[in-house]
């Protein structure tokens, strides 16, 4: 899963970049860099400090500065192709050092989504024409439902209102993955403060003015940070970070919660394994199977799995050990079919 960072020039994207995927700072740069970020999970860490494993495997996430795109090359179409590859949209909207007003910050957000809508109707317009003149050659039930879904997918269009807002059927869903449609993707609004309004960033987004955008909208988060703090936060000993968060009223990392907001909007979760070799966080979709689930582990424990056997992270350390848990009927027993939650500790038994 790849998600992409968009912004204007200045805003703090490639600052937020390096951060995540410790990279060094360095001149900005008109091209696209791909990195991987390292996600923090207090629950992995607490599994690791139980077992003392002899190694710890955080889950990761690919990150893509899209440097190259601005909403000038947008709306000539050039350097689409890289934003239409991502999963996932993160925009950030640089409002620090004092010059920023809301109606700035919110004209900003407006003029991208209508370049992403404008993308999309162009995409749409061209592919229902085509469909149109099919089904005067020759009916079936398959173009008339792609023709039907292209209607309803213009309308929304037209209305500037972006797809992701469209409710859509899984299969509908499904018909539309390969057009990769801009604003069909999730996004993730960044409001990148200064320093002198740390102290506020849990109203941030309200005077901004962005609140409304992202309320009750579907597949669309927003969250305040300072990319400088971050930087602070990111240079100082595990140790002295909890009472650096502390002196300016926050609980954790601005990162952590950006790295939180974009599985959301992947609609991905993270389960783990644990023992004395390694303790470590799986990623995947939720609602993924058992079976599934070990698939990703190695794919020899989905060709060869008779059970797993799952506990709750939190279980397992309020046992002290998987014998204890099984004990007090904590270490369950579920088949192929069973669906992995979020913070699952798993075991695969099999047959290989």
Not at 45 to 61: C, F, N, S, V
Not at 127 to 149: C, G, M, N, T
Not at 238 to 250: K, M, S, V
Not at 314 to 343: C, F, N
Request: proline share 4%; with cysteine; hydrophobic share 40%.
């Amino acid at each position: 899963m790849q998600t992409g960072i968009i912004g204007l020039p200045q805003s703090g994207k490639t600052s937020l970049f390096n951060l995540l995927t410790g990279r060094a700072p360095g001149e900005f740069r008109h091209e696209d860099r791909v990195g991987v970020a390292v996600l923090p999970d207090a629950r992995l860490e607490r599994l690791a400090q139980h077992y003392q494993p002899r190694k710890t495997t955080h889950a990761t996430l690919e990150l893509i500065d899209l440097a190259a795109l601005t909403p000038a090359s947008l709306r000539a179409g050039t350097g689409i192709q890289a934003l239409r590859d991502v999963d996932a949209l993160a925009h950030v909207i640089g409002a620090f050092g004092g010059g920023r007003s809301p109606e700035a910050a919110l004209a900003e957000v407006r003029e991208l989504e209508f370049d992403l809508i404008f993308n999309d109707l162009n995409q749409v317009e061209k592919r229902r024409e085509r469909v149109l003149l099919d089904l005067k050659k020759q009916k079936s039930p398959a173009l008339e439902q792609e023709a039907e879904l292209l209607a309803r997918l213009q309308a929304q269009l037209e209305a500037e209102k972006p797809l992701r807002e469209l409710e859509l059927t899984a299969e509908e869903s499904k018909r539309l993955r390969g057009f990769q449609f801009l604003s069909r993707k999730p996004i993730l609004y960044l409001l990148n403060l200064g320093e002198e309004e740390t102290a506020g960033l849990g109203n941030a987004l309200e005077r901004y003015r962005l609140q409304p955008l992202i309320a009750a909208k579907p597949r669309t988060h927003g969250l305040a940070l300072c990319a400088l703090l971050e930087a602070e936060i990111a240079a100082l000993p595990e140790a002295e970070r909890t009472d650096f968060l502390a002196g300016y009223g926050l609980q954790e990392p601005g990162l952590v919660r950006m790295a939180r907001a974009i599985y959301d909007l992947l609609g991905l979760i993270s389960f783990f394994t644990a023992g004395e070799d390694e303790c470590r966080a799986w990623t995947i979709a939720r609602g993924t199977r058992a079976l599934d689930a070990a698939g990703v582990i190695h794919t020899d424990l989905s060709h060869h799995f008779i059970r797993a056997e799952v506990i709750e992270w939190q279980r397992l350390l309020e046992a002290g050990s998987e014998a204890a848990a099984r004990e007090h009927g904590w270490l369950r027993l579920e088949g192929k079919d069973y669906l992995v939650q979020d913070g699952d500790v798993m075991h695969i038994r099999h047959s290989g």
